[in-house]
Protein backbone atom coordinates (compact mmCIF):
# COMPACT_ATOMS: atom_id res chain seq x y z
CA UNK A 1 0.00 0.00 0.00
CA UNK A 2 3.00 2.59 0.46
CA UNK A 3 4.52 1.71 -2.68
CA UNK A 4 0.97 2.43 -4.28
CA UNK A 5 1.16 5.94 -2.31
CA UNK A 6 4.24 6.31 -3.06
CA UNK A 7 4.32 5.78 -6.40
CA UNK A 8 0.97 8.08 -6.57
CA UNK A 9 2.70 11.15 -5.23
CA UNK A 10 5.64 10.67 -8.05
CA UNK A 11 2.68 10.64 -10.76
CA UNK A 12 1.53 13.60 -9.33
CA UNK A 13 4.66 15.43 -9.01
CA UNK A 14 5.61 14.55 -13.01
CA UNK A 15 2.19 15.64 -13.86
CA UNK A 16 2.82 19.06 -11.86
CA UNK A 17 6.21 19.63 -13.37
CA UNK A 18 4.84 18.94 -16.90
CA UNK A 19 2.34 21.50 -16.39
CA UNK A 20 4.45 23.96 -14.89
CA UNK A 21 6.97 23.24 -18.00
CA UNK A 22 3.51 24.00 -20.28
CA UNK A 23 2.91 26.97 -18.65
CA UNK A 24 6.64 28.07 -19.30
CA UNK A 25 6.09 27.52 -23.11
CA UNK A 26 3.59 29.00 -23.20
CA UNK A 27 5.19 32.37 -21.64
CA UNK A 28 7.85 32.07 -23.26
CA UNK A 29 5.77 31.48 -26.61
CA UNK A 30 8.00 28.54 -27.92
CA UNK A 31 7.04 26.22 -30.78
CA UNK A 32 8.45 23.56 -28.23
CA UNK A 33 5.85 20.97 -26.18
CA UNK A 34 5.99 22.25 -22.85
CA UNK A 35 6.17 18.19 -22.34
CA UNK A 36 9.44 17.73 -24.08
CA UNK A 37 11.17 20.74 -22.63
CA UNK A 38 9.81 19.20 -19.22
CA UNK A 39 11.31 15.75 -20.11
CA UNK A 40 14.74 18.10 -21.15
CA UNK A 41 14.78 19.72 -18.33
CA UNK A 42 14.19 16.43 -15.85
CA UNK A 43 17.05 14.13 -17.69
CA UNK A 44 19.44 17.33 -16.96
CA UNK A 45 18.52 17.66 -13.21
CA UNK A 46 18.79 13.49 -12.92
CA UNK A 47 21.89 13.47 -14.57
CA UNK A 48 23.35 16.90 -12.19
CA UNK A 49 21.65 15.03 -8.93
CA UNK A 50 19.54 17.84 -8.21
CA UNK A 51 16.38 15.52 -8.72
CA UNK A 52 17.01 12.05 -7.40
CA UNK A 53 15.86 8.62 -9.34
CA UNK A 54 14.30 7.67 -6.61
CA UNK A 55 12.27 10.45 -6.01
CA UNK A 56 10.47 9.75 -9.38
CA UNK A 57 11.38 5.58 -9.91
CA UNK A 58 8.42 3.99 -8.92
CA UNK A 59 5.60 6.47 -10.51
CA UNK A 60 8.06 6.93 -13.80
CA UNK A 61 8.24 2.61 -13.94
CA UNK A 62 4.63 3.01 -13.60
CA UNK A 63 3.88 5.64 -16.43
CA UNK A 64 6.31 3.16 -18.61
CA UNK A 65 4.48 -0.13 -18.42
CA UNK A 66 1.19 2.06 -18.97
CA UNK A 67 2.97 3.67 -21.88
CA UNK A 68 0.12 1.57 -24.55
CA UNK A 69 -2.81 3.20 -22.94
CA UNK A 70 -1.52 6.96 -23.44
CA UNK A 71 -1.37 6.19 -27.07
CA UNK A 72 -5.40 4.40 -27.91
CA UNK A 73 -6.53 8.11 -28.32
CA UNK A 74 -4.49 8.49 -31.00
CA UNK A 75 -5.35 5.00 -32.76
CA UNK A 76 -9.06 5.92 -32.12
CA UNK A 77 -8.12 9.72 -33.68
CA UNK A 78 -6.65 7.87 -36.85
CA UNK A 79 -10.35 6.51 -37.46
CA UNK A 80 -11.43 9.41 -37.89
CA UNK A 81 -9.03 10.37 -40.38
CA UNK A 82 -9.07 7.37 -42.45
CA UNK A 83 -8.66 9.35 -45.69
CA UNK A 84 -5.69 10.54 -44.81
CA UNK A 85 -4.31 6.85 -44.23
CA UNK A 86 -5.67 6.13 -47.79
CA UNK A 87 -3.74 9.12 -49.71
CA UNK A 88 -0.77 8.91 -47.63
CA UNK A 89 -0.44 5.20 -45.93
CA UNK A 90 2.82 4.30 -47.58
CA UNK A 91 4.62 7.45 -46.33
CA UNK A 92 2.94 7.58 -42.90
CA UNK A 93 4.22 4.06 -42.50
CA UNK A 94 7.67 5.08 -44.29
CA UNK A 95 8.22 7.89 -41.76
CA UNK A 96 6.99 5.16 -38.90
CA UNK A 97 9.47 2.50 -40.30
CA UNK A 98 12.51 4.76 -40.09
CA UNK A 99 11.94 7.09 -37.05
CA UNK A 100 11.35 3.54 -35.79
CA UNK A 101 14.47 2.07 -36.94
CA UNK A 102 16.75 4.94 -35.65
CA UNK A 103 15.50 5.00 -32.60
CA UNK A 104 16.49 1.22 -32.73
CA UNK A 105 19.91 1.90 -34.02
CA UNK A 106 20.39 5.29 -31.34
CA UNK A 107 19.36 2.72 -28.62
CA UNK A 108 21.49 -0.35 -29.56
CA UNK A 109 24.43 1.78 -29.86
CA UNK A 110 23.93 3.51 -26.96
CA UNK A 111 23.45 0.45 -24.71
CA UNK A 112 26.78 -0.90 -26.32
CA UNK A 113 28.68 1.96 -24.89
CA UNK A 114 27.54 2.23 -21.80
CA UNK A 115 28.00 -1.54 -21.71
CA UNK A 116 31.34 -0.72 -22.85
CA UNK A 117 32.12 2.07 -20.40
CA UNK A 118 30.87 -0.61 -17.57
CA UNK A 119 33.15 -3.14 -18.40
CA UNK A 120 36.13 -0.70 -18.24
CA UNK A 121 35.61 0.70 -15.34
CA UNK A 122 35.40 -2.70 -13.56
CA UNK A 123 38.36 -4.03 -15.48
CA UNK A 124 40.09 -0.38 -13.97
CA UNK A 125 38.80 -1.52 -10.63
CA UNK A 126 39.33 -4.86 -10.72
CA UNK A 127 43.19 -3.84 -11.95
CA UNK A 128 43.66 -0.73 -9.18
CA UNK A 129 42.55 -3.89 -6.64
CA UNK A 130 45.23 -6.28 -7.61
CA UNK A 131 47.86 -3.86 -8.30
CA UNK A 132 47.11 -2.46 -4.52
CA UNK A 133 47.46 -6.12 -2.68
CA UNK A 134 50.79 -6.92 -4.70
Known sequence: MKKIFIGFIQIWILCIFTYIMGEISTFLHLKIPGSIIGLVVLFILLQTNV?????????????????????????????????????NGIKIVAVIFISSSIVMICSGLLAEKMANRKERKTKNADTIFLNSHR
Open 51 to 87: VKLKWIEVGGNWLVAELLLFFIPSAVGMIQYKHLLID
